[in-house]
């Protein structure tokens, strides 16, 4: 089947299987920021918008996207690199697999809550696991964004 | 994962019924339907049939199939009609990303046992909107066959309630180890308990029943059992505690 598929601002288009899950897509068009982690809708590691909003691109068929607008990390990346420098400072990283994930799911949440509690914070990234940190690291590189945005006169 | 021969997108509630027989499959939010390895040779997407949304029809708010859970979540309309409670029944379950997938729909033509939303939407007076023209009070639909029908989604009706909600959880974004929702009204108490590891059931109360009264109800009449999450035992335990916190919190006037 045909799909028409905007990623980062660039309609694909193109003949796909029917079974064809988003995350596949993407890394077949070089997004390989997408990781597969779980492949059961739990660790986040997948994580994209999907008409902004954050979902799971292993949940999701391709051709379910049809028409629709997705956006990894490739297509903000000014962003995930300002606010990786935090992570990278509170050395919130080690093996660095869960971190696209991650950076997605915290920027589309300060899109919706430009300055959330600690608690609002990890409600909200509950489905972004991570093996190596213990998230303490990336709990303070969150909030110290946040201090730091605010401190620019901007919003997180 | 499925596989799939075919992905149909379909264009009217009557196309997609006259797809759906042996071996095809409904789609909503397909997480759990991912998780299985079977074939279907047609999968049959109602993603452009308007059943996304919550329509406030006077009396009752109509739940389309293909709202996702998040924006149930999100909804001020249901968290007033329920106390907040159908906001907590759905936060745990699994995480956001997630939530903007999973469908009303998907959940309740799943019948799941370890449904936090069917639990919910039992102790609220709702009924599942079914292709062709039916619709049926929740208790009824979940115990008999879905068919080829197809849930276009769930209708609840406004009422003045006092409503709570609990879960255990083994660890947070697991499936829940036990679920239990309580609704207070003009008619009594309806109490629903789900993840035992069964389907929801609901039991009435008149007004006024302690939570002693209705645990040993609760207890006496539902079955419990054992999977990996916990034993019999254990989830009569819960049931107990789940039960009286939803009833302190609701007679001391807790959100």
Known sequence: ?156 | MFTAGQYIRAKSLEEAYSLHKKGTCILGGMQWLKMGQGFYSKVIDLSDLNLSGITDEGDSYLVGAMTPLREMEESRELSSLTSGAMKEALRHIVGVQFRNLATLGGTVAGKYGFSDVLTMLLVLDSTVVLYPDEELPLANYLEEPLGNRIVTGVRIRKENLSCRYASMRNTETDLPTLTCAMAKGDGGIRLAIGARPQIAKILTFPEGVSSDEMTGTALSSLSFSSNLRGSEDYRRHLAKVLIRRCWESMEGGEQ
Not at chain 1, 87 to 99: K, P
Not at chain 1, 128 to 149: D, T, V
């Open chain 1, 1 to 156: 089947m045909n799909v028409s598929i905007t990623v980062n601002g660039t309609v694909i288009k193109e003949e796909i299987e029917p079974d064809l899950l988003l995350i596949d897509f993407l890394r077949s068009h070089g997004m390989k920021s997408v990781k597969r982690g779980c492949d059961t809708s739990n660790c986040g590691a997948c994580t994209v918008w999907l008409d902004e909003k954050p979902v799971l691109s292993c949940g999701i068929l391709a051709a379910r996207c049809d028409g629709r607008s997705v956006t990894t990390l490739e297509g903000v990346r000014d962003r995930a690199r300002e606010f990786g420098a935090f992570l990278a400072d509170e050395a919130a990283e080690q093996c660095g697999y869960c971190s696209p994930g991650l950076i997605m799911t915290t920027i589309a949440l300060l899109s919706e809550n430009p300055d959330p509690t600690p608690e609002e914070t990890k409600e909200y990234l509950a489905n972004n696991l991570c093996r190596c940190s213990g998230y303490e690291g990336q709990m303070r590189g969150i909030q110290r964004y946040i201090a730091w945005k605010k401190e620019q006169g901007g919003k997180a």
